[in-house]
């Protein structure tokens, strides 16, 4: 038993140097492949201090073994939750970035344990009593260490976990045998340790269920390597961490089981079999595990309740709930096309379901998503396509989904082509055009269903209905999407034209300050003109910073108890000498309101401003303040030129739209968001020629007041 547990050990030795090697040689390396080249050397070197530990004949070598072994363990969590966070992910940057602190720890905390109290990780070795081989009793190092590789594989096998649930289709064919493999070796991994950790020992026994589970684990990974290389694979996990955790559930099962079978077994006296027990509890969890998570296995008991239950093989109200659920809030195109993707192939059970969309501008056909091709692989099949224009007409002329394999149109070998064949025997190939308004938006393939089994007339009409659902969605977005950019267009070619007339004049005035420069630098008088009119031109531009401001920088509000009356005598104040025009105030006693006096001076200056420049020589601007029915009112009026009723409905309170030839359109706009932020309102009367009353409206809290 000892000689085969040590060959077995070097065997897994082998492999894992092997299968590193075989990584080693792909190009160009990614940071998961980096990372796995990583964690199976370091599991390569664990496989052989355990064939050497068997081996020795002395406590001695034994304990030198293992301290070694214990020290390489130490690099395991580090490398590995690096792969579980890359491996398969295209968004793996993202986590990455958000798990830095915890993918750092575990390198830095268990590697600075091995390396600065490694000597103490093993602290004695003994005869097991029931003679059974020997037993490793731990220093506080080698528990730290155990708990580490502990805690490390329940983090790896979350994030594999959360990349299986993301992945369908093709794409999850790919990567399981990996992701078996790992959670066999990982799994094992918390046997052992927690095994270590519940006796503070190591049992050599035990190191024959390692070495049969890395065997059985690197073979697995071998088949996957073989499929997938590692690469070629993109799925979109969310950045969701404990929820619906089905590793975080049977690993605390696990412990909690373990824990009450030790305090039984010591309460009842002992058992020399509690971790042969303990084993067959971990089995039973993990096969269970796989057994529910088995697409043939779903597939059959839902073919089996249809069959003898005669209810429909759909409950299209869950279908259609789900589809709406997922896919109503997403407003980017390739969010929408991956929910998709996913969606189809997990109702219709198919391996490979891929979204294509129509590019008219440079006809061809642009990847949107996938369960089975990567972005690369879908990309360089795009390119490769031809008479794609002869293609696109042939859809439109067949707006329901197509068996491909089964038609004998010329068209349909390009379709061929787009839906590569993993499996011989998948149950068909199907196109589902997806055509809103007469407009061919593009097309869904389905391929590789699970068992084989054919599409039905059942599941064509779905298809066709989910295809229509999803040619309105996509249009719809394309549509939302072209608004926004006409709007930002709009937007921006309105604010460059205020903004490019008001810097062409102030580069006009200073080109022609500069001109004359030459000539009357040295006069007194030019040189005096010259400082007024940067001064001025200074002034001018960073009065236009300040409006345009506005636009981009959120309202900051600071409401305090305050009496507006003071707030428009302050404005009154800062305006003293600009307003050459008779200014009539009647302000009535206010109660204080909750008001910001800095926003609401603001307001009170604009208006008057307003007022001065409307009014024509001889004007007359009034001021006045009252209390309404639980409202104060503050009234700006003027006797000047007037507004007209379709310039006050459709432009008065919108920015840059201004009746005044140097205005930006701005003060109005900006003084609405403060009146608004308040829980007012502006009121305005005006008729050309006769003049203008500004009402402000700001609420009482208290009538009684």
């Not at 030795?13 to 160009?28: D, F, K, M, N």
């Not at 369908?168 to 493999?181: E, H, Q």
């Not at 025997?425 to 061919?440: A, D, K, N, Y």
């Not at 310039?647 to 930006?664: E, V």
């Amino acid at each position: 038993m000892t000689n085969l547990a040590a060959i077995l050990a070097f065997v897994d030795a082998i492999l894992c140097c092997g299968l590193a090697i075989a990584v080693l040689r792909l190009r160009p390396l990614s940071w998961s492949q980096w990372s796995f080249i990583g964690g199976m050397l370091a599991l390569g070197a664990e496989s052989s201090l355990n064939a050497l530990s068997v081996l020795a004949t002395s406590a001695e070598d034994i304990a030198r073994w293992q301290r070694l072994r214990l020290q390489v363990s130490a690099f395991l969590p580090g490398f590995w939750l690096i792969f579980s966070l890359c491996y398969s992910r295209g968004n793996y940057r993202e986590f990455l970035h958000r798990w830095r602190a915890t993918w750092v720890g575990a390198f830095v905390i268990p590697v600075s344990i091995a390396l600065g109290f490694g000597d103490q990780a093993i602290a004695s070795v003994i005869r097991s009593a029931a003679g059974s081989g020997w037993a490793l009793i731990m220093g506080w190092p080698g528990k730290a260490l155990s708990l580490s590789v502990l805690l490390g594989a329940v983090l790896i096998l979350m994030n594999l976990e959360r990349t299986f649930r993301a992945s369908v289709g093709t794409m999850r064919w790919r990567i399981k045998y990996l992701m078996l493999g790992l959670a066999v070796l990982f799994g094992t991994k918390i046997y052992l340790t927690s095994q270590a950790l519940l006796y503070s020992a190591i049992r050599f026994p035990l190191v024959t269920v390692s070495a049969a589970s890395a065997f059985v684990a690197c073979s697995l990974i071998a088949i996957s390597l073989f499929r997938s290389r590692l690469s070629d694979v993109d799925i979109y996990p969310s950045h969701a961490v404990l929820r619906h955790s089905l590793t975080a559930l049977l690993v605390g099962s696990y412990l909690l089981l373990v824990g009450i079978l030790a305090k039984a077994v010591a309460v009842l006296g002992g058992n020399v079999s509690l971790p042969i027990e303990a084993l067959l509890v971990m089995i039973g969890l993990v096969g269970t595990t796989m057994l529910v998570l088995s697409d043939r296995l779903r597939q059959k008991t839902r073919r089996f309740v249809s069959r003898h239950f005669r209810r429909p093989l759909y409950d299209y109200r869950k279908v259609w709930l789900t589809f709406t659920g997922r896919t109503t809030s997403l407003m980017d195109e390739t969010d929408f096309c991956r929910a998709v993707a996913k969606l189809v192939a997990e109702n219709f059970e198919v391996l490979s379901s891929t979204i294509w969309l129509v590019d008219q501008e440079k006809d061809k056909l642009a990847f949107a998503a996938s369960t089975a091709l990567s972005e690369s692989s879908a990309c360089n099949l795009a390119n490769s396509l031809e008479n794609i224009h002869g293609l696109i007409e042939a859809i439109r002329a067949h707006p329901h989904p197509v068996d491909i394999d089964l038609s004998h149109e010329t068209w349909v070998e390009t379709l061929k082509r787009c839906i590569p064949e993993y499996f011989h025997q998948g149950g068909g190939r199907v196109c589902v055009p997806l055509i809103s308004g007469g407009e061919v938006i593009g097309l869904i393939t389905l391929g590789d269903r699970i068992s084989g089994a054919s599409f039905s007339t059942e599941d064509m009409d779905l298809l066709r209905c989910i295809g229509d659902q999803v040619a309105a969605s996509l249009r719809n977005i394309k549509l939302s999407q072209r608004l926004v950019q006409a709007k930002e267009m709009e937007a921006f070619q309105t604010m460059s034209a205020f903004f490019v007339h008001d810097l062409k004049n102030t580069a006009s005035t200073l080109s022609l300050m500069l001109q004359n420069m030459s000539l009357h630098f040295k006069d007194p008088a030019f040189q005096e003109d010259a400082v007024r009119g940067l001064s001025k031109s200074v002034t001018h531009l960073n009065n236009l910073i300040n409006e345009l401001t506005v636009l981009r920088q959120g309202l900051e509000f600071k409401p305090l108890d305050a009496d507006l009356n003071q707030v428009v005598a302050a404005a009154l104040v800062g305006l003293d000498g600009t307003a050459d025009l008779p200014l009539v105030k009647n302000l009535s006693p206010l109660p204080r309101i909750p008001l910001d006096p800095a926003q609401m001076q603001k307001v009170v200056t604009n208006l008057i401003i307003n007022a001065k420049e409307a009014a024509a020589s001889g004007g007359e601007i009034r001021v006045e303040t009252l209390r309404r029915n639980g409202w104060v009112i503050l009234s700006v009026a003027d006797n000047g030129c007037g507004m007209s009723p379709e310039f006050i409905r459709r432009s008065l309170f919108r920015p840059f739209q201004s009746t005044k030839k140097k205005g930006l359109g701005i003060g109005m706009f900006h003084s609405k968001m403060i009146v608004d932020a308040h829980r007012g309102r502006i009121e305005v009367e005006s008729e050309k020629g006769k003049g203008t009353t500004f009402r402000v409206w700001l609420p009482v809290p208290n009538l009684n007041a």
